[in-house]
């Protein structure tokens, strides 16, 4: 059969015409998909996209979208910064505005669960924009700030609630919160509600949700846990994926530098003294280094803020605005605290310490080249991180290239050979380009810097 008539008898329709009459049909049918205006969505909601400058769909939405509009329960694999929030928040305020049930007193018909309080408040800012020319109300609910406020929100009447784990099952505790009217529940980055220890938490509160409801997962990543998890929670559910699993952004240049530990800190002054780099996001391994890099780059001269778990929420909020608005050049922060942030304009990535979990490498890389951009990844890499730059390597399925070209390179222990691998023989891609044969002993193999104090000799994306 005709491939066009395969798609189009899937569709339901009745086959009329040619094959080239169908095909035809199809194109436009396929060109109409590929913009908001074809995924079916209520005036209101087009009326608030349009307004925010999108007309065409992400990969994630375009694939999501109609699934959820339907009914479907839907498990979502996406990259951070593919517009997984619109492709839920947009078909949930539809269906919620289209079965037309008032909202209750501390009975929300919808729960959104996040990780961290920065990821909540983000996805809480997507409702209202959205749905601004709707008559829903919405609210988030994390902790570090005062309970009392989020007590009378839920009191008023909730449709749509996002909430952090924690925070949720202290409400429901108290007696505020109930979630027997629920009818869409969303788990969102699922995968570091894994590793932060919250899977026994969405346990208990989704044992508390009623039996009949939507239900969506997303995640960057989808370890086993995770599966095991969305069995129990999801019911004939979608699969849909805007990217192979644990894939890196493809327009983010990666690289890594070896340098010793006592030396991260020379090498990353070094490369800010690059003005390409206008807009970077620092990751540390933990709290106590996020404090140390910023307190570093203040006396550099470098303008910088920290925000990791230990800080409070107004603080946390005051450094990522200064980020935001352009007044802060660096923001330094550790793997949990940088889950939310959905800052355009990020240049670079600067991983000063390696994670020791290779999906949050995949996270932190993510943070910038969104919405279409290019950016730069770099790595600072010591003799103690190598291992972690072997199971980076095999989860993105790449080589990260070995930049060279910068100062400290030579004080750095060579890379440990690959197990298995021939004697000798790095495993690790190098940027110098090989040495001719017949050159005199001890000359420069490979030029000078590019331009980035230590940048390959590839040009930055």
Not at 205 to 215: C, D, F, S, V, W
């Amino acid at each position: 059969m005709y491939p066009g008539r395969r798609l189009w008898r899937a569709c339901g329709c009745r086959i009329r015409g040619s094959a080239v009459g169908l095909r035809c049909i199809l194109v436009k049918v396929m060109l109409n998909m590929t913009s908001f205006s074809g995924l079916n969505l209520m005036a209101p909601l087009m009326k608030a996209v349009e307004s925010e400058g999108y007309s065409t769909p992400t990969p994630i939405q375009l694939k999501s979208i109609p699934h959820l509009l339907g009914g479907r329960d839907l498990m979502g694999l996406a990259q951070t910064g593919t517009g997984k929030t619109a492709a839920f928040t947009l078909p949930m305020l539809q269906r919620l505005t289209e079965s037309g049930n008032p909202s209750q007193r501390n009975s929300p018909r919808a729960l959104i669960l996040a990780p961290t309080r920065e990821l909540a408040g983000q996805i809480a800012d997507s409702i209202r924009t959205y749905g601004k020319h709707l008559k829903l109300r919405s609210g988030v609910a994390y902790g570090g700030v005062s309970i009392r406020s989020q007590i009378n929100m839920l009191s008023s009447g909730l449709d749509v609630l996002v909430a952090t784990p924690g925070r949720l099952l202290d409400l429901m505790n108290q007696g505020h919160c109930r979630l027997g009217r629920i009818e869409i529940f969303v788990l969102d980055e699922a995968d570091r509600m894994l590793d932060m220890g919250f899977i026994p938490d969405v346990r208990r509160i989704a044992a508390k949700l009623p039996a009949i409801r939507q239900t969506a997962l997303f995640s960057a990543t989808m370890p086993e846990t995770v599966l095991k998890l969305a069995a129990g929670l999801l019911t004939d559910p979608i699969r849909v994926e805007a990217a192979p699993a644990a894939t890196t952004v493809e327009k983010v240049d990666q690289r890594v530098f070896f340098v010793p530990k006592d030396k991260k800190s020379d090498l990353l002054s070094k490369l800010l003294t690059n003005s390409d780099i206008k807009r970077v996001l620092i990751f540390t391994r933990t709290k106590h280094g996020a404090n140390k890099v910023a307190l570093h780059l203040d006396r550099e001269g470098v303008s910088s803020g920290a925000i990791h778990g230990n800080k409070s929420q107004a603080a946390r909020q005051k450094v990522l605005g200064e980020f935001k608005s352009g007044r802060l050049r660096a923001l330094v922060a550790t793997d949990i605290a940088a889950r939310g942030i959905d800052v355009n304009g990020i240049t670079h990535v600067i991983n000063f310490d390696l994670p020791n979990e290779p999906e949050s490498y995949v996270h932190r890389i993510g943070r910038t080249a969104r919405a279409g951009a290019s950016g730069v990844a770099i790595s600072f890499c010591d003799s103690e991180e190598r291992a972690f730059l072997r199971d980076i390597e095999k989860t993105i399925r790449r080589s990260v290239l070995v930049d060279e070209n910068h100062p400290y390179h030579g004080m750095a222990p060579a890379p440990a050979n690959d197990r298995g691998g021939m004697p000798g023989r790095s495993r690790f891609k190098s940027n110098r380009p090989p040495r001719r044969s017949g050159g005199r002993s001890g000359q420069s193999s490979h030029g000078g810097h590019s331009g980035h104090g230590g940048q390959a000799r590839r040009p930055a994306a």
